[in-house]
């Protein structure tokens, strides 16, 4: 999906009742660009193409890739349009 003003558009985002930070999912093709460099996960800017370790837009440096760990993104329901997930506390 094209960047809207250089910026990632979330399919849904939320605030973690706990945490406090904004949770959100994105469209597979932006979460790759994102999980590989190529976009900020903190305020998701859209680097079109260019790998930067540190986030132009708001600081954030990004995590090193031994960092990043699979299950953090694989146990979380697929959402699918028109169908209600319920989220477990």
Not at 49 to 68: A, N, S, T, W
Request: net charge negative.
């Amino acid at each position: 999906m094209p960047s809207k003003n250089n910026m990632f558009v979330p399919r849904w985002s939320r605030q973690n009742p706990e945490t406090g930070e904004c949770e959100f999912a994105l469209e597979p093709e932006d979460f790759e660009a994102v999980r590989l460099g190529y976009g900020c996960g903190t305020c998701l800017a859209d680097f079109h193409g260019i790998y930067h370790l540190k986030c132009p837009v708001c600081g954030e440096d990004r995590p090193q890739p031994q960092q990043i760990v699979s299950e953090w993104w694989t146990e979380r329901p697929t959402l699918t349009p028109g169908r209600v997930v319920r989220l477990r506390p």
